[in-house]
């Protein structure tokens, strides 16, 4: 009892302070530490500055996982922020709480704001928009994998670091020539799941799960058991045994070993760049991420990583439009062209590419729209759209488990990826339940 | 010979223990209860909706081959951890009683590892082991073994193992000293009249005397195991490679705030309570007749 008025007198404090500003508060929970903390901080106080109606105050609540838990916790306790940033494997989990969010599409027109969905690009928009075109939360920070090339490491084995790279045929070729003179780390990756499953099944254009990847219904199958994924992990598997590929985990630990200068070649999240511009001592080239030459449709377009912002519900119409003004600033040109030149994430409209190009920036910084022109070469297929299933931080968690049992020879290439389809399968059905 | 106290009503008594019991209520009985509860539903992670599931939600774990595993893996964890810590503690224990001089220095810097919260711990060893960048792992390279916990399962689970135990052994060693420091000197001195050797009267006379902490620190021990090591495989291998170091805690939290299943999340507690239940039984029912008071 004595919390609970202790609790109303601070809201009615809260509630009088807020009044005096005569500011509507706008809560948003992210989870961003560091230099792109700064950088979202800083797009708060601009909009801040920019009008006197409304404030949004960030508030950091630990990593993506840790902040999605804050905001389901807060829900449950009814003391949800207004928005929440929610990385893309959660997005399934948002997408079924119809009762615990409001649609982005919604909250834009509810507030009567003009406003376009289709400046955003394709690819991006795909992941957190429903089948019927409905666009659900709102793109923050987007990336997708490219290939890291070590220039001074290929130089020192002999070889022309200005070589073809762009199929996984020739980056055969360059590895074995590369372990043949020597080198103790020719390949390393991040995110394994995410770039040589997930985004190799879109850039390939096979389906990683029925139903259009989860698009068309929860009750999707896992189907990145099929040939082209099966052949693409059974090679990675004689490499890591001849000890072409080196595996250092299941996260981005491979980026310590590339930004040291150790290995030559890096999967890793265009995203890598902030921190391998800043750390490495050697050059380094961006260069697409490679396909298999005759394997399905490729190269289809890769698909995205990193978060989106989600809006709350249970608040008040005054605020929801607080809200959408604070979108529509995220969105416009100029705020997406910095974050996409400072952060190294994508620009997420069309128009924010189209600035940073006329800025010159691509030309300064050569290989930075590598990843721009991989998402928006082709207009996405529905095996390239993008993931939508439930439980996938979980099921990523049992393609690690799997994949680690083909790095160490334990298991064949199709003995996991069935395994690790026949589990995840058994969570998609949970979920299916649970969403039901 | 026994002293005992009674009480003249019976609400005296009561009134003094019921803080505890208040305490036992609110923060042991309410959410074991809780726990209960939500293991026989399915809910969404948003608290929406729930699905009443009955026994469902353990159906559904123990038709698990890999939550099945991870009961061996756990039972091997556990054990390892115990002996590991137990055992190096009462080495170092019986070696520190022995000492004249200098006995305060030597039982201050081996307390020290116990400060050290498990999560910092794993990182420490992370570290040293790392198998890029680690001193432990370089050296071992100079020797020609080539150390990757990330992908050998028995390197992986030997790692948590000592990292688990490490800052235990500084618990268990304090525990150990003031056992062996109980033990009347007189005893042993009659021992030594008698032609006894040290590795005699350690067998016959110190360790038998020994038994309570002993069986005191079994109980102790193996429930720290079981609940709190969970930082030590958290920072260290996430459960892996492969399911090599999953034990049942670590996939209580990996499904419950990594994978939003509450239901099966409540499911595991419950079962993890019945097997420290039965555990701590068997130990009071059996070992216990063993140890001399």
């Known amino acids: ?436 | 010979m026994e002293k005992r106290v009674t009480f003249k009503g019976m609400w005296l008594p009561l009134l003094l223990v019921l803080p505890q019991m208040l305490i036992t209520a609110v923060f042991f009985f309410y959410p074991a209860g809780q726990a209960v509860w939500q293991s026989l539903f399915i809910p969404d992670p948003f608290g929406l909706s729930m699905q009443w599931v009955g026994l469902g939600n353990f159906e559904f774990l123990l038709s698990d081959p890999y939550y099945r595993a991870s009961f061996a893996t756990t039972a091997v964890f556990s054990i390892l951890v115990t002996v590991v810590s137990m055992g190096v503690a009462l080495y170092l224990a019986v070696l520190a009683d022995r000492l004249i001089k200098g006995s305060g220095t030597y039982r201050t810097l081996l307390i020290w590892p116990y400060a050290v919260a498990p999560a910092v711990a794993g990182v420490l060893w992370l570290f040293m082991f790392n198998t890029r960048v680690g001193v432990v792992t370089w050296y071992l390279g100079q020797l020609g073994y080539d150390w990757n916990h990330v992908l050998n399962e028995g390197e992986a689970m030997g790692l948590v193992v000592v990292a688990s135990s490490w800052g235990r052994v500084s618990y268990n060693f304090l525990f150990f000293l003031a056992g062996l420091q109980a033990i009347p000197k007189s005893v042993i001195e009659a021992a030594a009249i008698d032609g006894a050797r040290f590795w005699m009267r350690f067998r016959t006379i110190v360790f038998p005397l020994l038994s309570p902490t002993t069986f005191f620190l079994l109980v102790v021990n193996i429930v720290y195991a079981f609940f709190e090591t969970f930082g030590v495989i958290h920072t260290i291998t996430s459960g892996g490679p492969q399911q090599a170091t999953t034990i049942l805690v670590y996939k209580v939290y990996a499904d419950g705030f990594v994978g939003q299943d509450l239901g099966s999340s409540a499911a595991q507690s419950v079962i993890l309570l019945l097997i420290v239940s039965v555990l701590t039984v068997i130990q009071f029912k059996f070992i216990e007749r063993r140890v001399h008071y």
């Open chain 1, 1 to 436: 009892m004595k919390l609970q008025t202790s609790m109303m007198a601070f809201a009615a404090i809260a509630a009088t302070a807020g009044m005096a500003a005569a500011q509507t508060e706008i809560q948003f929970w992210h989870a961003f530490t560091g230099a792109n903390g700064d950088r979202l901080v800083g797009q708060a106080e601009a909009f801040n500055a920019s009008q006197s109606d409304y404030k949004v105050t960030p508030s950091h609540k630990g990593n993506y996982s840790e902040t999605l838990n804050a905001g389901i916790a807060a829900f449950r306790a009814g003391e949800q922020p207004h928005m929440l940033m929610v990385f893309e494997v959660g997005t399934a989990t948002m997408m079924a709480a119809k009762g615990a969010i409001e649609p982005v599409h919604k909250v834009m027109a509810e507030a009567g704001i003009d406003w376009d969905p289709d400046i955003y690009i394709g690819s991006v928009k795909g992941y957190y928009t429903t089948t019927n075109g409905e666009m659900l939360s709102m793109p923050y920070n987007s990336s997708t994998p490219v290939l890291w090339v070590n220039r001074n490491k290929f130089e020192e084995v002999g070889l022309d670091p200005d070589m073809d790279l762009s199929t996984w045929q020739k980056v055969d070729v360059a590895l074995t020539q590369l372990k043949d003179a020597g080198a103790d780390c020719p390949l390393v990756t991040a995110w394994q799941s995410w770039i040589h499953l997930e985004n190799f099944s879109a850039y390939h254009d096979v389906p990683f799960a029925t139903k259009e990847n989860g698009f068309g219904g929860t009750d999707t199958e896992l189907a990145f058991n099929s040939e082209a994924q099966v052949a693409h992990i059974s090679k990675m598997g004689e490499w890591a045994k001849d000890g072409k590929f080196i595996y250092t985990g299941r996260r981005n630990e491979g980026g310590a070993n590339f930004r040291a200068g150790e290995c030559a070649l890096f999967t890793e999240s265009s995203a890598g760049y902030g921190g391998i511009s800043t750390e490495a001592e050697f050059d380094f080239d961006i260069r697409p991420l490679p396909y298999w030459e005759g394997v399905g449709n490729a190269p289809q377009n890769t698909i995205i990583g990193g978060a989106s912002l989600w809006v709350m519900a249970g608040h008040d119409p005054e605020e929801y439009k607080g809200v959408a003004e604070y979108l529509k600033f995220l969105s416009s040109p100029e705020v997406q062209a910095k974050w996409h030149q400072d952060s190294g994430y994508l620009p997420i409209t069309a128009e924010a590419s189209e600035l940073t190009r006329s800025q010159g920036f691509y030309d300064s910084n050569p290989g930075t729209d590598v990843a721009v022109i991989q998402m928006t070469a082709k207009e996405p297929t529905a095996n390239s759209k993008g993931l939508r299933l439930g439980s996938f931080d979980q099921i990523r968690g049992i393609i690690d488990e799997e994949l680690e049992g083909v790095w160490a020879g334990d298991k064949t290439a199709q003995e996991a990826l069935d395994s690790a389809v026949e589990r995840g399968n058994a969570l998609l059905r949970r979920f299916e339940q649970s969403a039901r």
